[in-house]
């Protein structure tokens, strides 16, 4: 029999390794255990437990196991896992121990889960995984597919360009990025960040925001993981690993990511050796090319079939393409880096910023913002990413740079401190809306001229702009202050462009005709924002999706600028065709949802098991900062499917911290667990739940508490 043990003490007593699994009222899972092999089971059998063959399938995937499992048509995904475990079978051992036994603890705690439920799962789920499986996940690889469609466009082009100049055919453009439909999720897959030093809040102590908002299918998974004495960490684990993504916090410290715009690789062009086949030049001498046999296992009906491809490398990076002179490779920061898990267990076990930063030294994050807070008052945001330091112009993802000696490529990486970053601004602010890192406090923005060209450059876009609006001021906030202001319902973009609408409706030709002074009227009246019951969001935003279409790169007056970066872009470049948009806009609101002045939440809704019901939010390219994307439903509304989904806001007190949390789309994936859509009303009506932190929270609220199966 199990005895009680208690949470968040000095004085706790082991009693078994066995983990402890402790569900609060949300189904959220604290998980104590006396070995970092325990916590693993913990998370891979809870994880398992929420969703199901979701994390099997997951594990298959990175096992190489998809053939196999599922047939030939499946396997293309295994040639590549193949390889990430052979780069495992290399570094596993040099992996620390407690990283290792987080790792081999989560393979076995779905192990578990597969045993003690074979009854009603597929009979292809097997307690087939190890260590190995869960690590695969976290092996850094160059982005093969990408580059090599680059050489291949470059080729054609180049070919192109030989046989005859390229004529100007406007006809065959792509239309352009801008003109998407604002309802695809697209523009906004990313997150938002903030974090407010201790003279910036009402308490005097630091505040951390995290709002990550990716399709609602992207897995992200509440849970508190207790180690007494060396780990207590509340956070988001992704589904399918031990560490993954993770953003969260300790009683010392927290930090956010927010997704950033990287060019982690270049593509180069060697000299293949005319009088060595299989041969090219560099350093003035000839170096073979290296093959590797693959060989995936897949079944083909009751028996199994062994398919061998080969894949040529070299010391440089992998072949992407091969023409009759030259040999193009792609040589990425990324490739090979095992440590990733180790970097984030290392990041959840610091309790002070210098020990934090020494984690992020290890450099095995390949990517994303962090901004961070603690305790001690420290604020900080840093463009993380293991971007080569290059010896020559970079090739941003369009040109193979030619190489023919050593000093021709990047060998080493740009160092932590040369990274963009803001820490302790005055203003007492840092933030990220995925735009470029220069611009996370006005009042000590970063110059572009001070690093590299292949560092992130870029403009600061609404949703960002609406941040500062929201923060970059004198205002002292309370913690329950930010969880107020996230949920501005504001649409900055309006504030930018109703005003010239309006006025060119009223001196146009039409002026006068009944739709058009309706609509004047429609928009004159609303607020601005895209909350449930505000009317004349879904006008202006049907409006402006037809608007772009026609006008393009010409839609906005002014274009955004550095010199007025706040207040750009603003006012309509073809005030004409706005008005078109305008009129055809309302006929389409109109036929659609029966009224032009329709509520946006008559339209908009949060739709999860049987929770059907009004939500405020738009895209990121409207300029909202409560992202929601939406897909159209047979009954004409739009359901969010994207966009805010994991939301934590936590304040670092002078004992613990106090936080709050809302996963939109629950706990769990299974439409028969009571925390499936749980959370999706209170994520409609802007509510947060409270984080149950300490140990006498953890107990006081739970609902069921138990041990993996073994």
Not at 199 to 209: K, P, V
Request: glycine share 8%; charged share 20%; hydrophobic share 40%.
């Amino acid at each position: 029999m199990l005895l009680p043990c208690l949470l968040g003490g000095a004085n706790r007593t082991a009693i078994s390794d066995e983990p402890t699994i402790r569900r609060t009222e949300f189904g959220v899972p604290h998980i104590e255990a006396t070995t970092f092999r325990g916590l693993g089971i913990g998370l891979g059998f809870a994880q398992a437990e929420d969703y199901q063959e979701r994390v099997v399938i997951s594990l298959l995937r990175a096992k190489g196991y998809m053939g196999r499992t599922f047939g030939k048509d499946s396997m293309e995904s295994d040639f590549a896992a193949m390889r990430i475990h052979a780069r495992v079978q290399q570094t596993y051992h040099l992996l620390d121990a407690d990283t290792r036994a987080m790792y081999d603890g989560f393979a076995e705690g779905v192990n578990r889960y597969i045993t003690a439920n074979r009854g009603t799962l597929p009979a292809w789920a097997q307690p087939v995984f190890h260590g190995h499986d869960v690590a695969a996940g976290d092996i850094g690889t160059a982005n093969t597919t990408a580059a090599r469609n680059l050489v291949l466009r470059w080729l054609r082009r180049d070919s192109l360009a030989r046989v005859t100049p390229p004529e100007h055919d406007a006809s065959r453009e792509e239309p352009d990025i801008a003109a998407r439909p604002i309802l695809g999720s697209d523009a906004d897959v990313g997150s938002n960040a903030w974090a407010l030093a201790p003279s910036r809040t009402t308490s005097g102590r630091a505040i951390l925001l995290r709002n990550p908002h990716l399709n609602w299918n992207a897995g992200y998974w509440e849970a508190h993981v207790t180690l007494p004495g060396k780990l207590d960490f509340y956070g988001d684990f992704r589904i399918g690993s031990a560490f993954s993504v993770v953003g969260g916090f300790n009683a010392q410290l927290g930090w956010a990511t927010t997704n950033n715009a990287t060019d982690l690789d270049e593509v180069y062009e060697l000299a293949l050796d005319a009088t060595q086949p299989d041969h090219y030049l560099f350093d003035g001498t000839s170096v073979p090319v290296r093959y590797d046999d693959v060989a995936v296992v897949s079944r083909d009906g009751d028996s199994l079939r062994t398919t061998t491809r080969r894949y040529a490398t070299t010391p440089l990076g992998p072949v992407i393409h091969r023409s009759h002179d030259k040999l193009y490779i792609v040589r990425a920061g990324p490739e090979g880096e095992y440590r990733a898990g180790a970097q984030f267990l290392a990041m959840m076990r610091a309790q002070s910023l210098k020990e934090w930063k020494q984690a992020l030294a290890m450099r095995a994050r390949a990517t994303s913002n962090l901004t961070y807070a603690d305790r001690a008052g420290n604020i900080l945001t840093i463009w993380m990413a293991t971007i080569p330091r290059l010896p020559h112009p970079s090739g941003h993802d369009s040109v193979p740079i030619p190489a023919r000696t050593s000093a021709d490529i990047w060998t080493r990486l740009i160092t932590l401190d040369s990274l963009p970053q803001t820490q302790n601004p005055p203003g007492g602010y840092v933030h990220n809306e995925n735009d470029a890192p220069h611009f996370a406090n006005l009042r000590a923005l970063l110059d572009t001229a001070r690093y590299p060209d292949n560092v992130e450059r870029g403009e600061l876009r609404l949703r960002s702009q609406l941040a500062l609006q929201l923060i970059a001021n004198t205002r002292k906030f309370s913690l329950e202050d930010v969880v107020r202001q996230k949920h501005s319902m504001r649409m900055l973009l309006a504030d930018r462009v109703k005003p010239e609408l309006l006025a060119a409706v009223k001196r146009s030709p039409v002026a006068t005709d009944s739709t058009a002074m309706l609509a004047v009227a429609i928009l004159a009246a609303w607020n601005n924002s895209v909350a449930p019951t505000s009317r004349g969001g879904v006008l202006f935003e049907t409006f402006w999706r037809r608007y772009l279409l026609q006008a393009r790169d010409s839609a906005f007056a002014e274009k955004w600028s550095w010199a007025r970066l706040t207040q750009t872009p603003r006012g309509l470049g073809q005030p004409e065709k706005a008005v078109d948009a305008l009129l055809w806009a309302m006929n389409e609101t109109t036929r659609k949802f029966g009224r032009p002045d329709v509520a946006w939440g008559d339209v908009h809704r949060v739709r999860r098991g049987g929770v059907d019901v009004p939500v405020g939010g738009c895209s990121g390219a409207l300029g909202c900062f409560r992202v929601l994307t939406y897909e159209e439903q047979a009954d004409g509304k739009r359901a969010a499917n994207s966009g805010d989904g994991w939301v934590l806001a936590v304040e670092f007190g002078p004992r613990t911290p106090r936080a709050y949390s809302i996963l939109a789309y629950g706990q769990s994936t299974d439409p028969k667990s009571p925390h499936h859509a749980d959370q999706a009303a209170m994520f409609a009506r802007g509510e947060f739940k409270p984080v149950r932190f300490t140990a006498k929270d953890v107990i006081a609220h739970t609902i069921r508490q138990y041990t993996p199966s073994p």
